[in-house]
């Protein structure tokens, strides 16, 4: 945040006067204020980059539009405020549109008025860095390595298109199962773009009835439908020169898909029940769990629409293709949840290690994270075990064959499986498989099989 001093420059001619208003400014030692006569005096000294300039409207040199024009043209930053000897509402009206802050008439209370004028510029401008420094919090917060941890070859290519889709305004197209953080990367995207200081508005289409969907994209006016009491702007107006994250774009109902297009085309929308077009300059990022090839040859989506979105396409591979990216993320969030709870840090053990890495994680990322949180409070010491980490029975079955493995391995991952459903039976997974029990026995003496 800003510590210089808060300057004031005051150009007045009236000597007397202005020093009237320097001594009543002074009173805030906060302020480091200085005095002009004329123009051309504080055009010379407008390297100095003041906070404030009071102008007054009638100088011997030039009026003060004519100065307030030059201070915009050259240092837009700056707040000035207007004193006129005058009340003439149709020339105060017009310099508040050119840019003034604030137009006082002189008399014995302007001294005031100036003080309690500059309390506001101040804390306006208190607010706007504020919002700054936040900004660049964010921006750091969605740098590209804190978004995406690892260092496998298929990130390191993630990578460098993040890079690319930051460098222009191209529609980038994410691609990836659930939970692989897609939104993650729309994010670091818009803030390392230009249009970072402008909004970024995700919208989850699958998320929105069918009914609704037009009218929370484009918006509507009073009266369009009913409960329709005022107008309401859409997404994308409120995404007016930032980005629009329309994630689950495949589930889009293909009777809107080709509004869409002709917005994405036109860059302009109507909102429902109205007839006025209303420009809009939105960054496009889309994502999606599908392959939108597929949808398009099976009729679900508009081949013209897909080849709209395509853009810059960024596949992110699934947990199970980013190898030792796996015990690099669990100790991330191992880490991170030690510290947001208090905890003392732990490791994983061999084991609990080659069990992660043994594991097709078809919930990726977020499946893992809640697997190591909860490990970190199942584990009894500062070392994770392999017991304490615990897969989904349903995600298990469902991704047995995720994979090309050894016959050995797909065994030991179906017997895995029985013995987790089963609560770790042996007597009665042996029945259920039709095999020896001694055969689970011998594979969980050779750390093949995990049982509790």
Same mark, same amino acid.
């Given at each position: 945040?800003?510590?210089?001093?808060?300057? !004031?420059?005051?150009?007045?001619?009236?000597?007397?006067?202005?020093?009237?208003?320097?001594?009543?400014?002074?009173?805030?030692?906060?302020?480091?204020?200085?005095?002009?006569?004329?123009?051309?005096?504080?055009?010379?000294?407008?390297?100095?980059?003041?906070?404030?300039?009071?102008?007054?409207?009638?100088?011997?040199?030039?009026?003060?539009?004519?100065?307030?024009?030059?201070?915009?043209?050259?240092?837009?930053?700056?707040?000035?405020?207007? !004193?006129?000897? %005058?009340?003439?509402? *149709?020339?105060?009206?017009?310099?508040?549109?050119?840019?003034?802050?604030?137009?006082?008439?002189?008399?014995?209370?302007?001294?005031?008025?100036?003080?309690?004028?500059? %309390?506001?510029?101040?804390?306006?401008? #208190?607010?706007?860095? /504020?919002?700054?420094?936040?900004?660049?919090?964010?921006?750091?917060?969605?740098?590209?390595?804190?978004?995406?941890?690892?260092?496998?070859? @298929?990130?390191?290519?993630?990578?460098?298109?993040?890079?690319?889709?930051?460098?222009?305004?191209?529609?980038? #197209?994410?691609?990836?199962?659930?939970?692989?953080?897609?939104?993650?990367? @729309?994010?670091?995207?818009?803030?390392?773009?230009?249009?970072?200081?402008?909004?970024?508005?995700?919208?989850?289409?699958?998320?929105?009835?069918? /009914?609704?969907?037009? #009218?929370?994209?484009?918006?509507?006016?009073?009266?369009?439908?009913?409960?329709?009491? *005022?107008?309401?702007?859409?997404?994308?107006?409120?995404?007016?020169?930032?980005?629009?994250?329309?994630?689950? !774009?495949? /589930?889009?109902?293909?009777?809107? %898909?080709?509004?869409?297009?002709?917005?994405?085309?036109?860059?302009?929308?109507?909102?429902?029940?109205?007839?006025?077009?209303?420009?809009?300059? *939105?960054?496009?990022?889309? @994502?999606?769990?599908?392959?939108?090839?597929?949808?398009?040859?099976?009729?679900?989506?508009?081949?013209?629409?897909?080849?709209?979105?395509?853009?810059?396409?960024?596949?992110?591979?699934?947990?199970?293709?980013?190898?030792?990216?796996?015990?690099?993320?669990?100790?991330?969030?191992?880490?991170?949840?030690?510290?947001?709870?208090?905890?003392?840090?732990?490791?994983? #053990?061999?084991?609990?290690?080659?069990?992660?890495?043994?594991?097709?994680?078809?919930?990726?990322?977020?499946?893992?994270?809640?697997?190591?949180?909860?490990?970190?409070?199942?584990?009894?010491?500062?070392?994770?075990? @392999?017991?304490?980490?615990?897969?989904?029975?349903?995600?298990?079955?469902?991704?047995?064959?995720?994979? /090309?493995?050894?016959?050995?391995?797909?065994?030991?991952?179906?017997?895995?499986?029985?013995?987790?459903?089963?609560?770790?039976?042996?007597?009665?997974?042996?029945?259920?498989?039709?095999?020896?029990?001694?055969?689970?026995?011998?594979?969980? %003496?050779?750390?093949?099989?995990?049982?509790?």
């Amino acid at each position: 945040m800003k510590n210089s001093p808060f300057k !004031i420059f005051i150009l007045d001619d009236d000597v007397w006067y202005s020093e009237l208003l320097e001594y009543h400014l002074s009173l805030n030692p906060d302020y480091e204020l200085k005095k002009f006569h004329s123009a051309k005096d504080l055009f010379a000294n407008l390297h100095e980059a003041p906070d404030v300039v009071t102008v007054d409207y009638s100088l011997p040199d030039q009026n003060g539009g004519e100065v307030l024009k030059k201070l915009k043209a050259r240092t837009p930053e700056t707040q000035v405020v207007i !004193i006129s000897g %005058q009340e003439d509402i *149709a020339t105060a009206v017009n310099l508040l549109k050119q840019g003034a802050y604030d137009y006082l008439v002189k008399d014995e209370d302007t001294p005031e008025r100036l003080w309690n004028t500059i %309390q506001k510029i101040r804390e306006t401008a #208190s607010l706007r860095e /504020e919002i700054n420094h936040l900004r660049e919090e964010i921006g750091q917060r969605y740098d590209f390595s804190n978004v995406i941890i690892g260092n496998s070859p @298929a990130i390191k290519k993630v990578f460098t298109l993040m890079d690319k889709g930051t460098r222009t305004n191209i529609t980038v #197209s994410i691609n990836g199962e659930t939970g692989t953080g897609k939104e993650l990367v @729309a994010k670091a995207i818009h803030y390392n773009s230009l249009r970072k200081k402008h909004p970024y508005v995700a919208v989850n289409v699958a998320a929105i009835p069918k /009914e609704l969907i037009e #009218s929370e994209l484009f918006g509507h006016e009073k009266g369009a439908f009913t409960g329709a009491t *005022a107008r309401r702007i859409g997404k994308f107006e409120e995404a007016n020169r930032g980005t629009i994250f329309l994630d689950e !774009i495949g /589930e889009l109902d293909i009777s809107l %898909q080709a509004k869409l297009l002709r917005v994405l085309q036109e860059r302009e929308i109507t909102r429902v029940g109205g007839n006025s077009v209303v420009p809009v300059d *939105a960054r496009i990022i889309v @994502a999606t769990h599908k392959n939108l090839a597929e949808e398009v040859q099976k009729g679900t989506f508009r081949e013209d629409l897909y080849y709209r979105l395509l853009g810059l396409p960024i596949h992110l591979p699934p947990l199970r293709e980013r190898g030792s990216d796996i015990l690099v993320l669990a100790r991330h969030f191992m880490d991170g949840f030690a510290k947001e709870n208090k905890m003392p840090r732990k490791s994983l #053990s061999t084991a609990a290690q080659e069990k992660l890495l043994s594991y097709p994680f078809p919930g990726n990322v977020r499946e893992l994270r809640a697997l190591v949180e909860l490990a970190m409070v199942l584990a009894d010491d500062d070392v994770v075990q @392999a017991e304490d980490i615990n897969f989904s029975v349903t995600n298990n079955s469902k991704d047995l064959l995720s994979k /090309e493995e050894t016959l050995k391995t797909y065994t030991t991952r179906i017997i895995q499986y029985f013995l987790d459903k089963y609560d770790h039976n042996v007597l009665l997974v042996a029945d259920k498989l039709d095999i020896g029990k001694s055969t689970i026995y011998r594979m969980i %003496q050779n750390n093949e099989l995990h049982i509790k």
